[in-house]
Each structure stands twice: as structure tokens, then as C-alpha cells.
């Protein structure tokens, strides 16, 4: 017989800190290396956040490797099929994702970029453009989240504002460790 507090010791895969920020004509893409089953690291260098094959565009996700990884898949072919279009191929890999009968159960959430904007996606059908430059998903994500709030007005390099704040998520998350990947689109490129 199974009871609650049984199924809650094994808590799956969990944990991950993504940041996106934008100043000064620079996009940065930070992630957290953790990969945690329980209360257990099972992993400390994961790849969160990558190059996907399309010119100038980078995505890190949060939640399953395996469901992620799959909608990288269809994000890339979405925007082969729409070049230069972030906005467009998010919006049609929100609508595949929301309907399609597999897709709808994965468990990722992911964050997009080009040099120019960021674009916060989920399952639920959400494509979500940040009001400011700043966006963070994940069980650390919202303290990477208020510590870059904190730091934007003080800090004029978008890549020291995430790497800081990514730190300070790592002191107060379990789940977020400070190995990071961090990719960097300029607009000047």
C-alpha cells in the first residue's frame, strides 16, 4: 500500500536555474549545472543552456532532459521553416506543444533567444516576452530572478548581472549549484 509521504520521498528530477538578460545591446543566456534525483546531485555539469543549429539563437529549459531536448527538435525546425522570425516559430512550437497529444506531456519549461529579444515558453501554451530584460525560470529561478532586478540599475554588462545573480541563486537554492554555461548574443553580430 502506497501513501502520500511515500510517493513524496522520490520527488523525480528536480531543480535547475535558467536567467535571461538583456542590456546594452548584449543577450545572455545563463544556466546552472544540477541535476538532482531526491535529495541527491546525481549530476553537477549538465547543459542546460545551448546553441540550437539555427544563426543566433539560444535556448536553456527547465524540467525534463529528455522533453526538452525533444522540443528543441521542433523549435529548430520551426524556425528553419520561419527564418529570422524567434517570435513566430516560439508562437507555432506554443500551439504544437498546447494540442498535440504527445507533446502536451512534456515537462520542460524554456527560454528562447536571438540578439534582439527572449521569450519565455511553457506547455500551458505560454509565449511570454518579459515587460523588461530580464526573465528566469526553475526552482532557483526566482531568486536569479530578483538578485538581476537588484543588480540591473548598478551594472551596465549583462553577462556580470546574470553570472552575480545566478550566484546568489546558488546560495539560497538547493537544487542550483554555480558550474554554469552562459551563452552571449550580440546585437552588433
Not at 150 to 160: G, K, N, R, V
Request: negative net charge.
Amino acid at each position: 500500500m502506497s501513501t502520500g509521504a511515500e510517493k513524496s520521498d522520490f520527488s523525480g528530477w528536480r531543480g535547475t536555474t535558467i536567467l535571461a538578460v538583456r542590456k546594452n545591446g548584449k543577450t545572455v543566456l545563463a544556466g546552472d549545472g544540477q541535476v538532482s534525483i531526491g535529495q541527491t546531485i546525481v549530476k553537477g555539469n549538465a547543459q542546460k543552456v545551448r546553441p540550437l543549429s539555427s544563426a543566433n539563437v539560444v535556448a536553456g529549459f527547465a524540467g525534463s532532459t529528455a522533453d526538452a531536448l525533444a522540443l528543441f527538435e521542433r523549435l529548430e525546425a520551426k524556425l528553419e521553416q520561419y527564418p529570422s522570425q524567434l517570435a513566430r516559430a516560439c508562437v507555432e512550437l506554443a500551439k504544437d506543444w498546447r494540442t498535440d497529444r504527445f507533446l502536451r506531456r512534456l515537462e520542460a519549461m524554456l527560454i528562447v533567444a536571438d540578439a534582439h529579444s527572449f521569450y519565455l515558453l511553457t506547455g500551458a501554451g505560454d509565449v511570454l516576452e518579459p515587460e523588461n530584460d530580464i526573465a528566469a525560470i526553475g526552482s532557483g529561478g526566482n531568486y536569479a530572478l530578483a538578485a538581476a532586478h537588484a543588480l540591473y540599475s548598478y551594472e551596465d554588462d549583462a553577462e556580470i548581472i546574470a553570472r552575480r545573480a545566478m550566484d546568489i541563486a546558488a546560495d539560497i537554492c538547493v537544487y542550483t549549484n554555480r558550474n554554469l554555461s552562459v551563452e552571449t548574443l550580440n546585437e552588433n553580430d
